[in-house]
């Protein structure tokens, strides 16, 4: 992380020549903002696009100002901001380097991005969610395990994973996926290779075909049985991204609800482009919430914490 602070009282360029001062309009408030120099690479901090938020000021309809940096972010995580690309594409958070990137602050839809991030960084810090964002990078490994001594560890973690939601059978099929590795692989693959030993001995055209259609049998089987435990993993794995998704929105909207009831700083209003809106930003993480429309399909539920973590 880099040393600066993430809000200092708001600079002029006179007092600091390498910052530049930004400025834009959103319904009734102007917003004003001090950046800094571009910034290279740290971490996978993509670099020449992005530069340090050093102030973030609110100057409301009525002339009165708010300094908002210390009030969104009162964990002084570091921000860059790009100067250029949409909001997809620049808005993210890394816990190992300690800071978000955001777009350009001009839109609602820029803000609520800004917010959404921030809401990781608090993630990291709260009881009832910290848990859980070490599993937040959900690769797209394959689970397959030779042995079960292979599996053991992503097992724990998938026991560790579902005990943080209610309402899903993940405990079932955890010791199905254990019972299928210990039990049902292994003399499988064996009377596959004893098969297969078996071809390679046997001449006679119809008993070779005979032993070749069992191997065929066999090898669906086991790929039954992989895929079974491969989507039994998967959707375990991916539940934490899924959810802590869903709460860092819910976090960027109860913030913004507080600016406007508090501060009456409005920016939930509707905008002329609709892919400036925030309705937009929310369109975006659609496919967490379509990922548990799946769970629920199928296993008749949504994952939620327990309510003692709620």
């Given at each position: 992380m880099h040393a600066e602070p993430s809000h200092p009282q708001l600079a002029s360029p006179e007092t600091y020549p390498d910052?530049?001062?930004?400025?834009?309009?959103?319904?009734?408030?102007?917003?004003?903002?001090?950046?800094?120099?571009r910034r290279r690479k740290q971490g996978d901090l993509s670099g020449e696009n992005l530069r340090p938020l050093f102030s973030l000021m609110a100057i409301r309809a009525d002339g009165s100002s708010v300094?908002?940096?210390?009030?969104?972010?009162?964990?002084?995580?570091?921000?860059?901001?790009?100067n250029k690309g949409g909001p997809e594409e620049n808005f993210h958070q890394n816990s190992t380097y300690g800071y978000?990137?955001?777009?350009?602050?001009?839109?609602?839809?820029?803000?609520?991005a800004l917010l959404h991030e921030l809401g990781h960084t608090?993630?990291?810090?709260?009881?009832?969610?910290?848990?859980l964002t070490p599993f937040y990078p959900s690769d797209r490994r394959?689970?397959?395990?030779v042995s079960l001594a292979w599996a053991r560890r992503d097992l724990a973690n998938a026991r560790l994973i579902?005990?943080?939601?209610?309402?899903?059978p993940a405990g079932e099929l955890i010791d199905e996926v254990e019972r299928l590795i210990r039990d049902t692989i292994p003399p499988l693959k064996e009377q596959i290779e004893g098969q297969r030993s078996?071809?390679?001995?046997?001449?006679r055209e119809p008993e070779r075909k005979a032993v070749e259609k069992q191997i065929r049998l066999l090898e669906s089987r086991l790929g039954q049985h992989r895929s079974f435990i491969q989507g039994v993993m998967r959707k375990i794995?991916?539940?934490p991204k899924k959810f802590l998704e869903r709460d860092a929105t819910k976090r960027a909207l109860e913030q913004l609800f507080w600016l406007r009831d508090e501060l009456g700083i409005d920016l939930l209003q509707e905008t002329e482009d609709p892919s400036e809106s925030l309705n937009h930003l929310f369109a975006c993480l659609e496919t967490y919430h379509a990922g548990n429309e799946t769970l629920k399909h199928e296993h008749g539920t949504v994952p939620t914490l327990h309510e003692n973590e709620a």
């Open positions: 910052r530049t001062i930004f400025e834009s309009r959103i319904g009734n408030t102007l917003f004003r903002y001090t950046l800094g120099e300094d908002l940096l210390p009030l969104i972010n009162p964990h002084r995580v570091a921000i860059y901001v790009s978000v990137t955001s777009p350009p602050l001009t839109s609602p839809l820029a803000f609520g608090a993630q990291d810090i709260d009881k009832k969610t910290a848990p394959v689970f397959d395990y579902a005990s943080h939601f209610n309402s899903l078996l071809a390679r001995m046997e001449w794995f991916d539940l």
